[in-house]
Each structure stands twice: as structure tokens, then as C-alpha cells.
């Protein structure tokens, strides 16, 4: 079993809907949770950091982690075309941090 | 501050030659880390340095793989001889301190590898 599990899609929703990531990990020794946005040819870039379970909000995005499950959400509310591009969900233990493998995400106009 | 850069962008080689991929990290960054990413195999971590000093090189595939730190502002990863499995997309990302404290990386946008 791989320590993070990510659908890689791909996820296709029209404008103005509400999207719904997910992540589900095996190690319980994951500390921090994040998940990262990667447009096409480009790095990833940190969107959400979280560290308890529970949810934070930050504009249209809310993430949302459940230790007990071992379950990672991520939301998108009023998503926009530029919401288009590769969700990766990732967690720390010890000094690395575990990717998923991403999802790709379409918004259409 | 500019962020994490790399070069080349992207490098196209033959099969057999050697390629050396190149980072400098955000100032005042102490980790330094080279993942690889792949469709298949989505974001591996290679290797990671904390100042200067390679910490954990398991993720390096084959002795083939090579990276070093010779001081706070420059790494590399070499590959020799190189082979088309090569073929990936090879990221460079920084940390300010250790990831178990609570700090996150920033990546560079990537270097484009293809070995034909």
C-alpha cells in the first residue's frame, strides 16, 4: 500500500461549482498536511498548510484533515477557469515531505 | 528574492551521454531537495541536504545518480551514463529550516529532461 493515495483524475467541473479533493494517507506519523497547485510546465507552488485535524479556510479554498481516518480534503468554492491545473496533496514525517500523485483539475468556461 | 533556480530548463540528450542539472536554492535556505517527477510515478524524492551535507540519499534510483552541495548556493545532480527511463522532469526545492518544525519547500520550476 503506498503511504499517500491521490485520484489522478481527471476532474472536470463547470465554472461556479464546488470541487472536492481528496487524499487518504496509511502512516499515522504524518505531522503536517499541505496541498500544492502545479499549472502546466511549472513547479509546484504551496497553497494550504495545515496541522490539526479539522478545517482551514483561506478565501475560496478549505482544507480539511481527519487523523482519525487518515483523510485529507481540499474545497474549491466559486471555482474559476484559473483553478485549472494539478492538485498534489503532501505530508511531512521527519524531514520529508510525501507527495501524492496529484490530481488534474478542468474548469470549464 | 527570486526563488529556487535551475538550469537548464530543458535538456534533450543521447542515450549514454551525461547530463548535470543545476540549483541554487533560496538564500538563507539550510535543505536543499531534488525530486523527480514522472506520470507514472508522480513526485519522488531523490536526496535532501541540510547544510551542505547529504542527509538521505534512498531515493537516488541507481548509482548512476549523483548529486552534490559544495556550498550553500549551488547543487547538483548528474547522471552517467544517462538512459531513457531518465526521461522526467527534475525539481530543485529549498526549505528555510526542518520540515518536522513546521517550515515547508519551495520549488524551482523544473529542468525538462529527455534522453533519446
Known amino acids: 500500500q503506498k503511504e499517500v493515495e491521490q485520484d489522478p483524475g481527471p476532474l472536470s467541473v463547470p465554472e461556479g461549482a464546488i470541487v472536492s479533493l481528496n487524499c487518504t494517507y496509511s502512516?499515522?506519523?504524518?505531522?503536517?498536511f499541505m496541498w500544492y497547485r502545479q499549472y502546466s510546465r511549472k513547479g509546484p507552488e504551496l497553497l494550504m498548510y495545515?496541522?490539526?485535524?479539522g478545517n482551514k479556510e483561506d478565501g475560496r479554498f478549505t482544507a480539511q484533515v481527519d487523523k482519525s481516518s487518515k483523510y485529507i480534503s481540499l474545497f474549491i468554492r466559486d471555482s474559476q477557469p484559473s483553478d485549472s491545473a494539478t492538485y498534489l496533496c503532501?505530508?511531512?514525517?521527519?524531514?520529508?515531505?510525501?507527495f501524492g500523485k496529484g490530481t488534474r483539475l478542468h474548469i470549464l468556461p | 528574492d527570486a526563488g529556487v533556480i535551475q538550469s537548464p530548463r530543458h535538456e534533450v540528450t543521447e542515450m549514454g551521454q551525461e547530463v548535470t542539472l543545476r540549483c541554487k536554492p533560496i538564500?538563507?535556505?539550510?535543505?536543499l531537495f531534488w525530486y523527480r517527477q514522472t506520470m507514472m510515478r508522480g513526485l519522488e524524492l531523490l536526496i535532501y541536504?541540510?547544510?551542505?551535507?547529504?542527509?538521505?540519499d534512498s531515493g537516488m534510483p541507481e548509482d548512476r545518480f549523483s548529486a552534490k552541495m559544495p556550498n550553500a548556493s549551488f547543487s547538483t545532480l548528474k547522471i552517467q551514463p544517462s538512459e531513457p527511463r531518465d526521461s522526467a522532469v527534475y525539481f530543485c526545492?529549498?526549505?528555510?529550516?526542518?520540515?518536522?518544525?513546521?517550515?515547508?519547500?519551495?520549488f524551482g520550476e523544473g529542468s525538462w529532461l529527455t534522453v533519446v
Open positions: 495545515t496541522y490539526s485535524s
Open positions: 538564500s538563507g535556505h539550510d535543505y
Open positions: 502512516n499515522s506519523a504524518f505531522q503536517y
Open positions: 541536504f541540510n547544510n551542505n551535507v547529504p542527509i538521505d
Open positions: 503532501a505530508m511531512t514525517r521527519d524531514d520529508k515531505i510525501i
Open positions: 526545492a529549498s526549505s528555510l529550516d526542518s520540515l518536522s518544525s513546521g517550515n515547508t519547500i519551495y
